[in-house]
């Protein structure tokens, strides 16, 4: 082997990987098969004595890419050196007081207080320049925007969306393949919104890991009450109002069962993490280690050894979705990992696939990632025999490769795929989107095999099939009966949910609302609006404007679009100057009875200015829960901080003042 060729192509490599998943948010290798390329990356440079200067082991991140403001960080902020062994911890700890916590799985981002209050907050960026977030950082959870403390004070802690945030999101998403993958892509493209109404609706929580200088008083000594240690430095925080990652005292007799301790809790924690740190207690002792090129020596990372189990390919099911996209999954004998039984796991893309050499019957080795999501590690046998399908698992129409920013995906060009058909109308007739009750996506497979409905402004025509739907089974008059009604209603809709119903990539519903305040609630000026003019609204990138304007100026959309024009009448929004609810903060928990569900009443509450977050906090002015005596937690949360419970009723009489 040429050493000095494959220490290049390593380098390459891994620099793609990290340039896809830290800038495009996607993945061309999993986290298992990057750390071992990256192991062999050292092992090489080691050998060969050569260190190129763009390797992934000296270089920390990439360049930001955004419209964010850029600012440089007061000290560089470096990767922590790794392990995933307990014995090599306990060597690394020695002797000394350290201090074990967890290793979150979000974005970095640095904050800064002045006079006691928030002025200025980054991300990590590339280690030594960040984007500035300070408005997106104030919509923060539980990030305080004033503290006692009135001196300069800089820390840093991680943004992170906890797994029942993230799961809620994605429950709210009804197309398979706008759902987002984890809660750290979701976490940072909420922090790097150029929009904070979006970020705030996103639930992002921070959690404080360290400080940059010590906190001094106005003579230059240390603060009142104040311990330089890391312990004393976290109880500080919290005094401050942080809240500070969770963390434990431990030395090299009790480090192993307390890694244990942690690694018990992973089915059950909340929050996202991948891996634990470990630090020095005493900080004038880390910081008298100094530190390498890359990495400092009071902190070092410890990352779960992966618990893996060999099995076999049976097969790779090549899913179909509204937008052409077709995702590949590895179905294989079952294995237990982590405590559960598994049998599939995503490959993502066909880059990945093709990266393992897959063919039926190799050899596989599968593990969870983080101990939760379900990965292909390695493929032992590497046949190499599996074919691309050149034709849609669906509809049998031709299928092909496009390439995007280096990832290979596979997409069925036939239009009238069924399973574009069927998604779409899925996605169209959704609660989010035209709301329309009564057709499930297997009482749209019907119709559409029936030939009822061949586009989507059928719909507004069922009626021409009454007699074979009452006829079809399940079905009778009632049912037909309300689902006209629901048709009915739905021909009255705001703009924003009208737009996200046509099914746009990447367009969300949040993005529509975006769109559709930028243009005034003039939907002539939304479908002729150029790339230029959309490339400027919050939010709305390059790519996204694409999509929007090529959408719009496609012949057979935009014959469509005109057609359910003629069906539908846009909703008269709210004019902002009704905005009753401005700057206020509800949650919202239990049934409701004067709105359909609880999104119609966060609607509501936005319309009037309102914001509705998911957790009751210092920064909730109400919650709502007609329950208004019960012993929820939400409720007991709120009587703890004072905040006013208010029924409907109550809710409605405020609104109106």
């Known amino acids: ?221 240390k603060a009142s009450g104040y311990d330089n240690t890391m312990t004393g430095r976290f109880d500080w925080l919290v005094g401050q109002g942080f809240d500070v990652v969770e963390h434990f005292v431990v030395t090299k007799d009790s480090l192993e069962k307390q890694v244990m301790d942690f690694a018990a809790r992973i089915p059950d924690h909340d929050i996202p993490s991948d891996g634990l740190v470990l630090s020095f207690n005493d900080i004038a002792y880390g910081r008298s280690l100094g530190r390498t090129a890359k990495f400092p020596r009071d902190s070092i990372a410890f990352k779960w050894a992966d618990e893996q189990a060999e099995t076999t390919l049976k097969e790779v099911e090549w899913s179909a979705s509204r937008t052409g996209l077709i995702n590949p999954v590895a179905v294989f004998e079952p294995v237990e990992l982590e405590g559960t039984t598994v049998s599939r796991a995503s490959l993502h893309n066909v880059s990945i696939l093709k990266a393992f050499e897959l063919g039926i019957g190799d050899r596989i080795t599968v593990y969870k990632a983080n101990m939760i999501i379900p990965q292909v590690a390695e493929n032992h046998t590497r046949s190499n025999h599996l074919e691309i399908p050149k034709i849609c698992p669906v509809c049998g129409g031709k299928t092909i490769l496009k390439d995007l920013n280096g990832v290979q995906s596979l997409y069925c060009m036939n239009d009238a795929c069924s399973a574009k058909q069927t998604k779409g109308f899925t996605h169209f007739v959704s609660r989010n989107a035209m709301n329309i009750e009564g057709l499930s996506e297997a009482t749209l497979e019907k119709f559409i095999a029936n030939g009822y409905l061949k ?135 239990g049934s409701v009875e004067h709105f359909a569900n609880r999104n119609e009443l966060k609607d509501y509450i936005e319309k009037l200015g309102g914001k509705v977050t998911g957790a009751v906090s210092k920064n909730t002015d109400y919650l709502i829960n007609n329950d208004t005596t019960s012993n929820s937690s939400k409720n007991k949360k709120a009587k703890e901080l004072n905040i006013p419970i208010l029924s409907e009723e109550d809710f409605i009489e405020l609104a109106k003042e």
């Open 1 to 221: 082997m040429d050493k000095k060729k494959r220490l290049r192509e390593l380098v390459d490599l891994l620099n793609q990987a990290s340039k896809a998943y830290y800038q495009q948010d996607t993945e061309i290798m999993s986290n298992f098969e990057y750390d071992k390329l990256y192991d062999e990356l050292l092992v090489l440079e080691k050998e060969t004595g050569i260190v190129l200067a763009n390797s992934p082991t000296v270089n920390v991140g990439y360049e930001v890419l955004s419209e964010l403001e850029k600012q440089p960080h007061p000290s560089a902020m470096l990767s922590l050196d790794k392990t995933k062994e307990v014995e090599e911890l306990k060597t690394w700890l020695g002797n000394h007081e350290g201090v074990l916590s967890w290793k979150l799985d979000g974005l970095t981002v640095v904050l800064t207080y002045e006079n006691g209050e928030l002025i200025n907050a980054v991300t990590r960026g590339n280690g030594e320049i960040g984007e500035v977030i300070t408005n997106n950082a104030k919509t923060f959870v539980n990030v305080p925007r004033a503290i006692p403390y009135k001196g300069n004070l800089v820390l840093r802690g991680e943004a992170v969306i906890r797994y029942s945030d993230f799961n809620r999101i994605n429950d709210s998403i009804e197309e398979v393949e706008n759902k987002y993958k984890n809660p750290r892509n979701l976490c940072s493209g909420s922090v790097r919104q150029l929009n904070n109404a979006i970020t705030a609706q996103r639930n992002v929580h921070f959690y404080a890991f360290s400080l940059v200088a010590d906190v001094l008083d106005e003579a230059g000594v």
């Open 455 to 589: 586009k989507l402004p059928d719909i507004y025509h069922l009626e021409r099939y009454r007699e074979e739907i009452i006829a079809l089974e399940g079905f009778g008059v009632k049912s037909y009966d309300n689902l006209m009604q629901s048709i009915e209603a739905s021909r009255t809709v705001p703009m924003a949910k009208f737009i996200f119903s046509l099914g746009i990539a990447g367009i969300g519903l949040a993005n529509a609302k975006v769109i559709v305040d930028y243009f005034k609630h003039d939907f002539q000026r939304i479908e002729n609006a150029q790339e230029d003019e959309l490339v400027v609204i919050d939010g709305i990138g390059e790519v996204l404007a694409k999509v929007f304007y090529e959408f719009f100026h496609d012949k057979e959309r935009e014959q469509i679009v005109s057609e359910l024009l003629e069906e539908i009448t846009f909703e008269r929004e709210e004019e902002a100057d009704r905005q009753t609810l401005l700057n206020k903060t509800f949650v919202i928990t």
